[in-house]
T-cell receptor, first 117, second 111 residues
Framework: DAMVIQNPRYQVTQFGKPVTLSCSQT?????MYWYQQKSSQAPKLLFH???????NEADTPDNFQSRRPNTSFCFLDIRSPGLGDAAMYLC????????????????FGPGTRLTVL | SQQGEEDPQALSIQEGENATMNCSYK?????LQWYRQNSGRGLVHLIL?????REKHSGRLRVTLDTSKKSSSLLITASRAADTASYFC???????????FGKGTMLLVSP
């Protein structure tokens, strides 16, 4: 089945120790997103790739970076995790399309829960 | 960008009852979507309603959209314990290619 996969599902890191979360998709979608979701809050968009074009949200901290080496994979790098970065990180995809300005459905992975000790 | 605001924040009902959740937003949109999130999991798309539509149905779900009031409602009929989850509305700002999620309504359906 076509899907969005996130690894690992649970990640524990130490304060200040770099960590990478991964996302892969078999949907062949153009757009990939990373969201941060803290307990009982709305998912907050960090950045997204439209194909190879990287789009950073204005309030995303510099501590967060992303890479998309090919259509299928996208990575979230947290350079120096702080206690406030403990959250669920959600990857999502959407079809996108040339000339499309209307948002279509997003497909989410199961998330990676990050704990910072 | 704008954010949808859902109310109520939490809703507790018995199986078989209907559940209604509301969402308000601030600026013009192309479409509005509803998503469900089970505890500790990713979001699942439920339904999309475009700005030129007023009502849409999908199984036990009914969504309405009132662009003049900038509001939407999600009705779940004949609720089941498996409907227990958080429900989020999401809007796209016209001209942007991203969604902004509201804070969500946490629904608890008791057997």
């Amino acid at each position: 089945d076509a899907m969005v996969i996130q690894n690992p599902r649970y990640q524990v890191t130490q304060f200040g120790k770099p960590v990478t979360l991964s996302c892969s998709q078999t949907l062949n979608h153009n757009v990939m997103y990373w969201y941060q979701q803290k307990s009982s809050q709305a998912p907050k968009l960090l950045f997204h790739y439209y194909d190879k074009d990287f789009n950073n949200e204005a309030d995303t901290p510099d501590n967060f970076q992303s890479r998309r080496p090919n259509t299928s994979f996208c990575f979230l790098d947290i350079r120096s995790p702080g206690l406030g970065d403990a959250a669920m990180y959600l990857c999502a995809t959407s079809r996108g399309g040339l000339g499309t300005s209307v948002m279509d459905t997003q497909y989410f992975g199961p998330g990676t829960r990050l704990t910072v000790l | 960008s704008q954010q949808g605001e859902e109310d109520p924040q939490a809703l507790s009902i018995q199986e078989g009852e209907n559940a209604t959740m509301n969402c308000s937003y601030k600026t013009s949109i192309n479409n509005l979507q509803w998503y469900r999130q089970n505890s500790g999991r990713g979001l699942v798309h439920l339904i999309l309603i475009r700005s030129n539509e007023r009502e849409k149905h999908s199984g036990r779900l009914r969504v309405t959209l009132d662009t003049s009031k900038k509001s939407s409602s999600l009705l779940i009929t004949a609720s089941r314990a498996a409907d227990t989850a958080s429900y989020f509305c999401a809007t796209d700002d016209s001209g942007y290619s991203t969604l902004t999620f509201g804070k969500g309504t946490m629904l608890l359906v008791s057997p």
